[in-house]
């Protein structure tokens, strides 16, 4: 996995004094590689817009963000969009292109690179992360032929394709019945560890967030609690 630092980081939406909201204020965070951190708060709190900045969805108005050696918040339009290829991000409604198979849908982050590889490989580690995420035989289901747990899992294997140092979940089991939560944080939990990623979820389950080996805490955008859990940290 690759650190992530994040200094006195601002992001403000709305305009005139009357509807801003400063949705991440001034927040500073040191991430070692490795780590599994879980992003917690009450609905409000800016966990969605603190994961959409280190992930580069949206831009900070202030501050900086690091990950590994790469300094984010300097970055222009094609560097980003290359930054963005290289990390995993997995989203509470999955965001699956309904009209793409399982298999198309974990290659789609590929389609716009070129890549030293040939599609052949490609194909060959798609349906190995589709094996992986407990999905083999059904690489040519669309979306809607899957459940939701099941559409989560190719979020997963899509999110892993590109091989990434840092995955990023945006409450992940938050559309799914608590069964089917676990099992997609089972997965989420082995693969970031045995893919090497440093993982950050936002989540406002307890019971995912006790399975990460950090839990920070956000109010009205700003930090208040960082507690270290004891729990064994997946190797950098
Ligand atoms: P959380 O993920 O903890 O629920 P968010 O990051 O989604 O929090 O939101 C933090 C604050 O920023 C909220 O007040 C939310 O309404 C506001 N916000 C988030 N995104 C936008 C946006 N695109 N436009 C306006 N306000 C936004
Ligand atoms: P998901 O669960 O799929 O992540 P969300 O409902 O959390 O979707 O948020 C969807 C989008 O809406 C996010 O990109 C977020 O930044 C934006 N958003 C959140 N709150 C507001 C708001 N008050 N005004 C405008 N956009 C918002």
Request: hydrophobic share 40%.
């Amino acid at each position: 996995g690759v650190p992530v630092t994040v200094k006195d980081l601002r992001r403000t939406f709305g305009s005139g004094p009357e509807n801003r909201i400063t949705a991440v204020d001034g927040v500073h965070l040191d991430i070692a590689a490795g780590e599994s951190v879980a992003l917690t708060g009450p609905s409000g709190s800016g966990k969605s817009t603190l994961l959409h900045l280190i992930g580069a969805v949206e831009r900070a108005d202030a501050g900086v963000i690091r990950v590994g050696d790469e300094e984010i918040t300097a970055l222009g339009r094609r560097e980003l969009a290359r930054y963005r290829g290289r990390i995993g991000f997995v989203f509470q409604r999955f965001h699956l292109l309904p009209a793409l198979t399982a298999l198309d849908n974990v290659l789609a982050p590929l389609l716009p690179r070129r890549r030293a590889d040939t599609p052949f490989d490609r194909v060959e580690r798609a349906t190995g992360l589709l094996a992986a995420v407990g999905l083999a035989g059904r690489e040519k289901a669309l979306p809607s032929q899957l459940s939701g747990g099941q559409q989560q899992r190719v979020a997963i294997a899509r999110a892993l394709i590109a091989g990434p140092r840092l995955l990023l979940a945006d409450e992940p089991t938050g559309n799914l019945d608590s069964a089917t939560g676990t099992r997609v944080m089972d997965l989420i939990e082995r693969l970031a560890a045995e893919h090497g990623c440093t993982l950050l979820i936002a989540t406002h389950e307890e019971a995912v967030a006790g399975r990460c080996s950090r839990v920070l805490t956000l109010r009205d955008g700003q930090l208040v609690a960082d507690v270290r859990t004891g729990r064994d940290e997946p190797a950098a």
